[in-house]
């Protein structure tokens, strides 16, 4: 309710109103749990322990002349640190906000994926439960509608994020843990990395892979990203990042191994979309569907255009 009230206030002439409001959100948020423990808390420590810059506590101070004050180190504003989130049995490994700010989605090794109100923290509905195993990766859709996770049970697994329920089955064909997971732009496609070293996309309506694994990785595929267009897929693992063409009959994969870079300027630079770009080892482009390698572009001199 304190939030609708808030926002209520906001652009209606009632700007200091609002400014005050907000300032007793963050006053309840720091101070809810000890003083719901104790009422006197509110006079004993919250009005002490408050920052001096707070419109609430300026006002009420001036009422309770009496009360303990800080006598060095004290706070000028509100800590950085806005609302603890607590429900995860587990570490929490991966978080990310909903496109329009007002919830947090959380995965952890208790095997859940769970919805949070970004402004109140507190849970919405029940955690999402299927992954046999930790959840590693969790991202919501660009509209807000879903969520996807990956886990160490090897599946994708993609759920409604209003009603808490998993939509179709699970996204399978990773032999190995998967470590994360992303929606493209546009909503249609999920893309997936696993510790099998491989990198995969699947058709987020129909729940099936697209085409091939991208593969070149020679160790475990640890991030994994769209590009804003769409059209190319970035992934990271072990010393290296690789660049995938992720709209057309092409797979270009672009290297960078940290491991062979020198710095002595010697290092080699490749072609991606016709342009030269220094410090990458090689490109190397695929097609996708027999995984044949087509062409591999080495360039030896850093100063050289490839």
């Known amino acids: ?33 000890a003083s719901s423990e104790s009422t006197p808390h509110l006079y004993l420590s919250a009005l002490s322990f408050s920052p001096e810059d707070s419109l609430l506590v300026k006002d009420l101070r001036a009422r309770f002349p009496c009360i303990a004050k800080v006598a060095a180190g004290h706070h000028k504003e509100w800590p950085s640190t806005q609302i603890l989130l607590q429900g995860h049995t587990g570490n929490v490994t991966s978080v990310a906000f ?29 955690p999402l439960q299927g992954h046999t195993h930790y959840v590693t990766s969790v991202s919501f859709s660009p509209d807000g509608t879903r969520i996807v996770s990956g886990s160490d049970d090897k599946t994708v697994r993609v759920w409604d994020a209003e009603r808490g329920v998993q ?15 992303a929606f493209s732009p546009d909503g249609t496609r999920i893309v997936s990395g696993s510790a099998d070293k491989t990198v995969r996309i699947w058709d987020a309506e129909r729940g099936v892979q697209i085409c091939s694994p991208l593969q070149g ?17 970035v992934s990271g693992s072990v010393g290296t990042m690789r660049v995938w063409n992720a709209g057309r009959d092409l797979r270009i994969s672009n290297e960078v191994d940290k491991n062979t870079s020198q710095s002595n300027e010697e290092s ?3 072609l991606i979309n016709g342009k030269s770009i220094n410090n990458f080892n090689d490109i190397i482009i695929f097609n996708p569907i027999c995984n044949r390698r087509l062409l591999f572009l080495y360039c030896h001199d850093a100063n050289e255009r490839c």
């Not at 007002?102 to 208790?110: E, K, P, Q, W």
């Not at 990785?217 to 897929?233: E, K, L, Q």
């Open 98 to 126: 909903s496109p329009d700010g007002t919830r947090i989605v959380s995965g952890s090794n208790d095997n859940t994926v769970k919805v949070w109100n970004a402004e109140r923290g507190v849970q919405i509905g029940s």
């Open 268 to 270: 080699t630079c490749s």
């Open 167 to 181: 939509i179709g089955s699970p996204l399978q064909g990773h032999t190995h843990q998967v470590t994360s997971v």
């Open 217 to 233: 990785h020679t160790w475990f595929v640890t991030s994994v990203a769209f590009s804003p267009d769409g059209t190319r897929i």
């Open 1 to 33: 309710m304190r939030f609708f009230v808030t926002q209520w206030f906001q652009g209606k002439g009632y700007e200091n109103v609002a400014a005050l409001a907000k300032d007793g959100v963050k006053f309840i948020h720091n101070f809810s749990i």
